[in-house]
C-alpha cells in the first residue's frame, strides 16, 4: 500500500538532513510523525519515527543535569509588558506576530516552522508591547522553557485553529498539561488570590482563520463550551479582521496606565508616555522618572481628560490613564 506522503513530509525530511543538535532533531522528527497519514501503509514509517523520536528523548534525560539547562530562553522585558503566544501547530502563531508587528518570522503551512521562541514589538497607539512568539505545544512536545517563559509573562495569547477538528480538545489537553507544572490560565478579568500556590497567567484564547470554512460552526461550539471561564476572540491574521479590537484587549489585559509628564511652562509629550501598573500614585511616577523626584516631591499638578485641570495633588493620588503630571520638587 502506498504512503501517500504529502509535500511538507519531503521538506521536512530536508530540514533533518542539516539539523545539528539533538533537540532539533527531536523537534523535525516529531513534525515528520504528524505530517505522516494514519492508515496501514505508513505503519511501519510511523514506528520508525517513533523509535528515533524515543532514543533522543532517552539521551536527553541521560545527560548531567548541567547539560539539561544548556538550552533556555531568556528575554528582557521590554515596552508597557510581554505576552507570550503559546498554541497547537499550524494555528497560526508566527503570521500573528508579523499581522501585529514589524517583525518577520519564519512562516509555512507545516507543523513546526517555529523552532526558537522569537521576540517582536507591537505598536499599540503611542507604546509598545513585546510579543514572544514560541514553538508549537503537542501532549507529546513541550519544553521546560515552554513553562519558563509563560511563568515570565505578564500575559498569555493562547491561540486556536478554528478550521481543525477538535480546538476544544486542543485547549484541554494544553491546559491539563500546564496544570502539572502549577500554571493555570485565567481570564483577563479575574482576580487572583495571593495564597493560591499555582502561577495563574492572565490569558486570551484567541480564535484565529475566522474567514476559512468551517469557522463559524467552530467559533459557535468553542464560544459555548469555554463561557463563562474564557471568550475567545475570532480573528483572521492574513486578513487583519480582529486585530485591532485584539490589540486593545491585549493593552487591558496589561492592567497598565499610560501617565504623561510636563515640564512646568512647557507642553507635555505625549509621545513617549511612562507605563505604570494601575493603581499607581503619583509617588510611584515620580521614583520612574527619577529618585531624586521620589525622595523631594513636595506635590504634583495633574491634568486628565474630564475631572483635573492643573489641580494640587498629593504623593499619594491615584493616577489614571493618560493623566499629565507635573511634579514639584
Partial sequence: MPANLPPQYFEAERKLKTAKTPQEKRIILEELLSLVPKHKGTEKLQ?????????????????????????????????????????????????????????????????????????????????????????????????????????????????????????????????ERLKEKKIELVAEDRSIPSEVPFYHKKTLIVANKKDLSPAEENYDVLKKAL????????????????????????????????VYSKIPGKKADFSNPYTLKKGSSVMAMAGTVHKDFAQNLKYARIWSKTKY?????????????????????
Fill in 47 to 175: 514506528a520508525l519515527l517513533k523509535t528515533k523520536i524515543a532514543k533522543l528523548k532517552s539521551a536527553a534525560q541521560k545527560k548531567p543535569a548541567i547539560a539539561k539547562h544548556a538550552l533556555a530562553f531568556h528575554f528582557d522585558k521590554t515596552g508597557a509588558g510581554q505576552i507570550v503566544l503559546i498554541g497547537p501547530p499550524n494555528a497560526g502563531k508566527s503570521m500573528l506576530v508579523k499581522s501585529l508587528s514589524n517583525a518577520n518570522p519564519e512562516i509555512a503551512d507545516y507543523p513546526f516552522t517555529t523552532r526558537a521562541p522569537y521576540p517582536a514589538m507591537m505598536e499599540y497607539e503611542n507604546i509598545q508591547i513585546q510579543l514572544i512568539d514560541t514553538p508549537p505545544i503537542t501532549p507529546e512536545y513541550m519544553e521546560v522553557w515552554h513553562y519558563e517563559l509563560i511563568k515570565e509573562a505578564d500575559g498569555i495569547l493562547f491561540l486556536l485553529d478554528l478550521t481543525s477538528q477538535n480546538p476544544l480538545d486542543i485547549i484541554q489537553t494544553i491546559l
Fill in 309 to 329: 485641570q492643573g489641580q494640587k495633588v498629593n504623593r499619594n493620588h491615584i493616577l489614571e490613564d493618560e493623566d499629565v503630571i507635573e511634579l514639584h520638587i
Fill in 227 to 258: 463561557e463563562p471561564r474564557f471568550s475567545p476572540i475570532p480573528v483572521s491574521a492574513i486578513s487583519g479582521d480582529g486585530l485591532e479590537y485584539l490589540k486593545k484587549r491585549i493593552f487591558s489585559m496589561l492592567h497598565v496606565i499610560r
